[in-house]
């Protein structure tokens, strides 16, 4: 039930509290989520939807921060001076 | 796929898998709490990669292989009745009861429907007024926003012929029973990221000062897993148990406040039972007296409806992370993803359909060499 894939907001088509609602583009496929529950969550963010509802919104500086950490364990494995 | 394939490199794997190897002296057993988390593990063959001192146990994290038998006699109970609607999430139609299971009583023409969201299930009350519409709400944390937005509409819109079905967990309450369990062997926790985006950690964070285990919340994807892993074996090492957040990018501390007051809204705690552990006060969610009419169990009097797990099934030893799925004499055997004893090897989150689906060959290398 947790699908674990990112999606990015490309309309806002409902407004209306708990019914509001867009359609997510998960990679070419396209749904109509709910957004009640990311109410700070504007097109082109991306969310995390569970059971029809985004109930997150991906944080891009996190992700981006958690991507450099792993390119520099990555860069000392291939420079073979990594910790092992 | 943006924010997805970037935690799939296998070469950065190959270097946290190294950074593991490293930090970890001796042996550790770590239980990941997520079905999806389980999944991953086996599908990218992480229990396989990671060195053998490092142990990783599958906890009660599946919401379908948790619900207990009684459960789901009373959803096929509701099910068999004229003028009703049972809607479900897939996997649930194909977990035995006592006697049979929901895809039987469809065959025999019971109105039974699978549904992605409860949203789905509010749609087809609003279409047929007539019948009553009964959502089947398992799930943890996650899902329970998700149900109490669905009631919460009902409620709104007066659909009185809406109703669901409670049978939604709490996590911390069951990792509590593990902890105190005294076969438990459970060293640091990998918690489930989604449930945590929607409560955030708090309550975690009083398990560690409890119980001195070290949590670290954790994505989905293999590096995320890995990562999750090491942060883990570091605070073991160390002796200095915390929660750690790996997740960050979609968790935060104080979780998602709009589902939390959602759900405290619509649910209040309640005792519930789960397969395999027992009843547990207060790890389950109930409809507040305000939304009682909401309430299926109630409006079809089967709230006193008790029912005895039996039968060949380890499932309950598995969700707890005192057996693994290749210690079942029925695994792969008598127990297939087709003719499933039990919950666990039903559901596509559980930890008996991963290792079917992933380990099978594993599986039998190891019966031969135990035959051998």
């Known amino acids: 039930m947790c699908l674990a894939i990112p ?44 059971a029809g509802f985004a109930i997150s919104v991906l944080d891009e500086e996190e992700a981006a921060r958690t991507l450099e950490y792993i390119a520099e364990i990555k860069r000392a494995e291939e420079s073979g001076d990594g910790e092992g | 796929m943006k924010y997805l394939d970037e935690f799939r490199d296998p070469i950065a794997a190959r270097a946290m898998l190294e950074k593991i190897s490293v930090a970890a002296s001796r042996e550790w057993t770590i239980m990941e709490v997520c079905g999806g988390q389980t999944h991953s593990i086996l599908k990218n063959g992480l229990d396989r990669l990671l060195p053998r001192r490092i142990n990783i146990l ?106 669901i079905l409670s049978a939604q967990v709490l996590v911390p309450p069951a990792i509590e029973v593990i902890l105190n369990s005294e076969d438990c062997r459970v060293n640091g926790f990998l918690a489930a990221g989604h449930v945590c985006a929607i409560t955030g950690y708090s309550d975690y964070e009083e398990l560690v000062e409890n119980y001195h285990t070290p949590f670290v919340i954790t994505g989905f994807e293999p590096l995320d897993i890995l990562q999750g892993i090491y942060m883990t074996v570091v605070m073991l090492e160390e002796g200095r148990p915390a929660v750690n957040n790996q997740y960050r990018r979609v968790v935060r501390r104080d979780g998602n406040p709009e589902a939390k007051r959602l759900m405290g809204k619509v649910f209040e705690r309640v005792d519930r039972k789960w397969r395999g552990l027992g009843n547990i006060p207060g790890s389950g969610l109930g409809l507040r007296a305000e939304y009682a009419a909401f309430d299926a169990a109630r409006k079809f009097g089967l709230e006193q409806y008790e029912k005895e797990e039996a039968g060949e099934c380890i499932s309950g030893l598995i969700l707890q992370g005192l057996k693994k799925p290749f210690d079942c004499p029925a695994f792969s055997e008598r127990c297939t993803p087709e003719h499933p004893l039990g919950a666990t090897m039903v559901s596509s989150e559980g930890a008996c359909a991963a290792y079917y689906h992933y380990s099978l060959t594993e599986f039998q290398r190891i019966k031969k060499n135990r035959n051998e």
């Open chain 1, 7 to 50: 999606g990015r907001i490309i309309s806002l088509d409902n407004l209306e509290g708990m019914m509001r609602s867009g359609r997510v583009d998960f990679g070419g496929i396209v749904k109509q989520i709910n957004l009640a529950f990311v109410p700070e969550a504007g097109i082109n963010d991306y969310v995390i939807v569970h």
């Open chain 2, 58 to 163: 599958h906890g009660p994290g599946c919401p379908v292989c948790v619900t207990p038998i009684e459960m789901i006699d009373r959803a096929i109970e509701i099910a068999q009745r004229p003028g009703v609607i049972l809607c479900s999430f897939g996997d649930m139609l194909r977990v035995p009861g006592s006697r049979r299971d929901l895809l039987s009583v469809k065959a025999e023409g019971g109105q039974v429907r699978t549904v992605y969201s409860p949203l789905d299930a509010l749609e087809m009350a609003r279409k047929n007024r007539d019948l009553e519409i009964v959502f089947f709400a398992i799930g943890f944390e996650t899902t329970a926003p998700v149900n109490a937005a669905a009631v919460y509409q009902a409620a709104t819109e007066h659909l009185d012929n809406f109703s």
